[in-house]
């Protein structure tokens, strides 16, 4: 049975096309649009996991949601390819940014997106905010200035998972603006075949 990837749109699930492409694993995808109206996944989803959240895959029966939990089940399916480091200090840094990304870096910048939809009050609340996703940011390109990946000098799946939000950080919180490591590394994985093949089998992405 072909491994199959549930694709939202514009969403996290872009990078398990993109990892899935670094791995050269086959799959499939059935793809999945937001409510115009809303923006939210469509009651869909929920047949194939009870939260109807995007990504969720199906591999020979078995279903498996959360990003970084596909993530870390393709790598092990895959015998470790993209996986941590044997070096432990690179190891301990693509276990941090495995989970930095979705656990303290996105959610200030769905906050920021969330805020800047609402007239007047949120233009003032963006204002007090965008400091608090400045100290992220600026953590990012110091990091990245210290080397070329997130968890040292080759790529692996820890920078898969951070591209979603530095994607998104840069029309929501002028991610690239001032921070060249930023803007370099996502011109490093956006020229990358994988992701150029990730794109043509999940269709247009916003943030690419």
Known sequence: MTLIVHHLENSRSQRILWLLEELGLAYSVKRYERDKKTMLAPPELKRVHPLGKS??????????????????????????????PAHRDDALRYRFFLHYAEGSLMPPL???????????????????????IDVHLDYIEAELAQRPWFAGADFTAADVMMSFPLEAAVSRAGATQGRPHIAAWLEKIHARPAYQAALAAGGPYAYA
């Open 55 to 84: 990504p969720v895959i199906e591999d020979d029966g078995q279903v498996v949601a959360e990003t970084a939990a596909i993530v870390e089940y393709l790598v092990e399916r895959a015998d470790g390819r993209l996986g941590a």
């Open 110 to 132: 769905l906050v920021k997106l969330v805020l800047m939809r609402v007239p007047l009050f949120g233009k003032v609340a963006q204002k007090k905010f965008q400091p608090m």
